[in-house]
């Protein structure tokens, strides 16, 4: 078993830490490296090493107990795109290999209300000060207006009112400049505790800083403390913050390409629109009649409604299709352009979505998207999905078919 890797110019990528995920700010930021990989699982015997080709063709080694921990959710031929700072710290502690624990379906409460206190830390620095004041920061975060889009709003609708944000924002001012995540996360804290700050009092923490680092943003996926480098976005304050709550990207799988960011449906993937329906799902924000599960059935039709907005009618918004054989779940759902999903991508709207989910985890994986007269069959469960009808109230009636 080797991992080759290939460079090349690539577009839609991101860099998704073991421990923190990394949120890249511009992709053409001359001190990022870039590489671009296969995944190669070739015979045992001539295993000598596992490595990528960085630039200049140097080989770094992966451990081979990462290699492994890779092939059991990638399959050989994977291509990957890789979007990093520095190749030799992404091969050792970047992977995406720890799996967030979804909730188990005998254990979900769909009328469940969570609610989180958190505080925004707008940071200044001697040669850096936030573009944005008080006023943009509370409106970012607090405004009630949905076509704002603000934190609390956006999730109040994602949650459908079960996940209740409310938070406080304080500056502060580090007496030098940071931009590594560390450094502000370790600094910042000693000047919150000097100012009498807490921060156990407080569920999650965002430090905001003035656009001094490589990415827009970090985050511990299901921790306590997230970086804003881009005070101006909504998205990456949404984003970001999707990570605290453990939920990782919206990735998208194009035969063998694979984008990290690639599923424009999802404000965890490439653009500020409503969560897609896995996402939903592991977050536990579906009433347990309007997902539909299933698993042995030959052949079966079930009508969904559109996920974004409010369900107007009695069908089921998700559709989840479950196998033994395989170690994750296929997920079927519809969009519509809604408040916050106006700018969601036409090839969304209309059509239905094909996501996969590994059992466990809470990486999503767009796999393809349907309209009228279009199949998706996966290989390894023998499921074909289609378009049986579409509804007058702008509903779709799906079939799945065992091949």
């Known amino acids: ?134 006023d ?10 949905q076509s ?8 109040s609708l994602q949650s459908r009112e079960r996940l209740v944000l409310n938070g406080e924002v304080v500056q502060i001012s580090l007496s030098n400049n940071y931009w590594k995540f560390s450094d502000i996360l370790s600094k910042g804290r000693s000047e919150l505790a000097r100012m009498g700050y807490d921060v156990n009092d407080y569920s999650q923490v965002l430090f905001i800083t003035p656009d001094v680092s490589p990415y827009a943003g970090a985050a511990y996926l299901g921790g306590k403390y997230a970086q804003i ?65 299933i698993k042995n059935s030959p052949r079966l039709t079930a009508k969904i409604s559109p996920i974004d907005g409010e369900n107007t009618s009695n069908n089921y918004k998700l559709i989840k299709i479950v196998s033994d054989a395989v170690n994750y779940d296929l997920f079927v759902s519809t969009r519509k352009k809604s408040l916050i999903s106006n700018v969601l991508p036409n090839e969304f709207v209309d059509r239905i979505s094909i996501h996969q ?21 996966d290989l390894s469960t023998r499921k074909t999905i289609s378009i049986r009808s579409f509804l007058t109230n702008g509903d779709i009636e799906v079939m799945v078919s065992q091949r």
Not at 10 to 17: A, D, N, R
Not at 23 to 32: A, L, N, W
Not at 60 to 70: F, G, L, R, S, T
Not at 148 to 155: P, V
């Open 1 to 134: 078993m080797r991992i080759f890797a290939f460079l090349g110019i690539l577009f839609l990528i991101v860099s998704c830490q073991y421990d923190v995920v990394d949120d890249i700010k511009s992709f053409s930021e001359s001190h990022i490296e870039v590489g671009f990989y296969t995944v190669i699982e070739e015979n045992e015997d001539e295993v000598e090493e596992y490595g990528i080709f960085q630039i200049e063709d140097e080989i770094i080694n992966i451990p081979e107990n990462v290699h492994k921990e890779i092939l059991k959710k990638y399959e050989s031929g994977t291509n990957f795109e890789v979007f990093t700072e520095d190749i030799d710290e992404f091969v050792n502690t970047q992977f995406d290999i720890d799996a967030m624990m979804m909730i188990h379906d005998d254990q979900r409460n769909p009328n469940q209300v969570t609610e989180y206190h958190y505080l925004a830390v707008m940071v200044d620095m001697p040669l850096y000060q936030l573009p944005c004041s008080v």
């Open 136 to 145: 943009d920061i509370n409106k970012s975060l607090f405004s009630v207006d």
């Open 148 to 155: 704002d889009k603000s934190l609390e709003a956006f999730y």
């Open 229 to 293: 480098d881009k005070c101006q976005s909504r998205s990456v304050i949404t984003h970001e913050f999707g990570h605290l709550l453990g939920l990782k990207h919206a990735s998208k799988r194009e035969g063998n390409l694979f984008q990290e960011y690639g599923d424009c449906s999802s404000t965890l993937g490439c653009r500020h629109v409503e969560f897609n329906g896995p996402h939903r799902y592991a977050m536990d924000w579906f009433k347990t009649n309007e997902v539909k599960t």
């Open 357 to 377: 989910m590994y059992k466990g985890d809470t990486k999503s994986i767009l796999l393809a998207t349907l309209g009228q007269n279009e199949s998706y069959t």
